[in-house]
């Protein structure tokens, strides 16, 4: 009697099929909810499809969503920034500043980008340096700055900014195509190949799975996370200069919140609010279906309270849907 040879159990390192489990992940689902959502626009506005509202439609989330592609960074570290609205409305106050004193288009630019800049490594130095939690940090610097704006503006505002500044926010590249669209798509394809192409991705997703065994592994976190603060107040401070060139003023209570957007964008996309999972698709993915959803309730002429409604909704349904199915799983078995 001859023995038969044990059955072994092989644990691939990824699916068999790679066609399967594209067409599983996340990303695929966000893919079907943005072509529903873009049908149903199409019916229930007779002025959807149209190519210059299409092209309105992107300077619904582009400016958002550059805020978005550095935040999903900051959150799969294990971290999270409250402030970039606020850096935006500092940012945009003392763009308004350097305006009044005489600046140019060169120096405008240069001040809002610079301004962000600073906010975001003011950020940084808190939560490294101090080792303060970075939500009460942000929380803090997110009143701190909105504040300095006001004390600066009060309830003035600064107009009067040059034409080819306002080009930033409202010139097109090509026929309908935007220069706001054409910066978030080269800062998309920039942010994949950081977070998914890179040892700086690597690390990234190592200090959001395990903090600890990635310092005993060489990486040095801390310098890590000041450089992704620093990175977010940078795409703060363009997102300033953008929809101040947008406006065409700037008031303190500019970029209202933007906050709550941007973290929506990042958590729908699918980077996990714990950390250590995510990616650059899904959140690009994300900020087209918020602007579908905003831009198709603002044709409807829907108020802008329930817009806000809304997207609080979906950021609390977002990270209640994996914890519902966990405890679903667990319960059947």
């Not at 305006?99 to 630019?109: E, I, K, S």
Request: hydrophobic share 55%.
């Amino acid at each position: 009697m001859t023995d038969m040879p044990a059955k072994t159990r092989r644990l691939p390192d990824r699916l068999d099929n790679p066609l399967k489990s594209a067409a599983l992940s996340w990303e695929s689902l966000l893919v079907l909810v943005a072509i529903g959502i873009f049908i149903a626009n199409s019916f229930a506005s007779p002025y959807f499809l149209n190519a210059w509202s299409l092209s309105d439609l992107t300077f619904n989330f582009t400016e958002k969503a550059l805020i978005a592609l550095a935040m999903a960074l900051v959150i799969i570290t294990g971290e999270i920034d409250l402030s970039v609205a606020s850096i935006i409305a500092l940012a945009s106050t003392l763009m308004g500043l350097a305006l009044h004193y005489g600046a140019d288009t060169p120096a405008l630019v240069a001040v809002g980008i610079g301004v962000g800049i600073v906010c975001g490594a003011f950020n940084g130095l808190l939560v490294t340096g101090l080792k303060l939690p970075s939500i009460v940090v942000t929380i803090g610097t997110m009143s701190l700055f909105r504040g300095i704006a006001y004390i600066i503006l009060g309830d003035q505002s600064f107009k009067g900014y040059p034409k080819d500044f306002a080009w930033f926010g409202q010139g097109y590249v090509y026929w309908v195509i935007s220069f706001e669209l054409v910066l978030f798509l080269v800062a998309a394809i920039i942010f994949y190949v950081l977070l998914h192409h890179t040892n700086f991705g690597r690390r990234v997703f190592a200090i959001g799975n395990n903090t600890i065994a990635a310092q005993f592994s060489g990486v040095r976190v801390d310098r890590i996370k000041f450089v992704l603060f620093c990175l977010t107040g940078l795409m703060s401070g363009i997102a300033a200069v953008l929809l101040t060139a947008r406006l065409g003023s700037t008031r303190p209570s500019i970029a209202q919140g933007f906050e709550l957007d941007v973290i929506t964008m990042v958590v729908l996309g699918g980077v996990s609010i714990l950390g250590g999972a995510g990616s650059i698709i899904g959140v690009v993915l994300a900020a087209l279906i918020i602007g579908l959803v905003t831009f198709g309730l603002g044709l409807l002429n829907v108020p802008g309270i329930v817009m806000s409604i809304f997207t609080g909704s979906l950021l609390i349904v977002v990270i209640a849907l994996p914890i519902l199915w966990r405890m679903w799983t667990e319960r059947r078995t």
